[in-house]
């Protein structure tokens, strides 16, 4: 299927780009699940000063950009987990039509599109709940895993699982920050798990930053991380994990 005329516009973003890679840990298997490709200025700048780049007229643009350059990256650093590419709804015209350039790079670059993992953020209000079922409905039907980021920090709730079904979230920062000293986030963190268990959907903490954060939410049961507990994002590098790390802080090592 041919895509829109935005699909044809090669006309040059006016900046540059490039990723940095932070990993997501399985402590069961005490392994890397995948790596969140990241954007970042050339000099390292932060994803935020590229991000203040993007407009109406660049939109497209750039998030096409973006997955095949994290895409063509992580290939090239010979990436063996999955891959989490964030991706912009916004920029997402036709489903069907603007996932084709990311099945282009998936091809060209030996990644397979069941390696892939996108993730759109919660606290991006989008009010055009049927568009985003329906990006999601296509990516699965490609083979495409999904993500909702930041699962707990914006406006929507739980009624979000139940209306995109993703595979993934990745529980908000705010969520998880300082777990152990707020009960009601334990609480709620809880009430998360036992509704994503029901649905079969897997979970993530992300931002985790202490040992303390990471007894109570394994404690919880929580199987799968991210943060800079396990590793800080690696520029255009795919950093390792020391698992041996946190062997004695496993609540079900004991």
Wanted: proline fraction near 4%; charged fraction near 25%; hydrophobic fraction near 40%.
């Amino acid at each position: 299927m041919s895509g829109c005329g935005d699909c044809r516009n090669n006309e040059a973003l006016g900046f540059e780009f490039t990723m940095a890679f932070q990993p997501i840990v399985d402590v069961e298997e005490s392994r890397i699940l995948s790596y969140e490709a990241l954007v970042r200025g050339l000099k390292q700048e932060s994803a935020a000063s590229i991000l203040a780049q993007v407009n109406d007229g660049n939109r497209y643009q750039f998030d096409q950009t973006a997955r095949v350059k994290a895409i063509e990256l992580a290939a090239s650093l010979d990436l063996d987990t999955l891959l989490n590419i964030n991706f912009l709804p916004n920029a997402v015209y036709r489903p069907e039509a603007c996932i084709q350039t990311t099945l282009q790079a998936s091809q060209k670059h030996g990644l397979a599109t069941n390696r892939l993992l996108f993730e759109i953020t919660e606290g991006e209000e989008v009010t055009q709940h049927e568009h985003i079922r329906n990006i999601f409905t296509e990516y699965k039907r490609q083979g495409i895993q999904t993500a909702i980021d930041d699962f707990g920090a914006g406006y929507s709730g739980l009624n979000l699982l139940a209306e995109f079904q993703p595979d993934w979230i990745k529980l908000d920062m705010k969520l998880v920050r300082d777990i152990e000293r707020h009960p009601p986030r334990v609480a709620i963190v809880r009430g998360i798990l036992s509704v994503c268990a029901e649905l079969g959907i897997q979970v993530i903490a992300e931002g985790i930053e202490t040992l303390a954060e990471y007894r109570v939410l394994r404690d919880l049961g929580v199987r799968y991380y991210q943060g800079y507990l396990f590793a800080r994002p690696g520029f255009e590098t795919l950093p390792a994990v020391d698992f041996e790390a946190f062997l004695d802080a496993d609540p079900k090592s004991i």
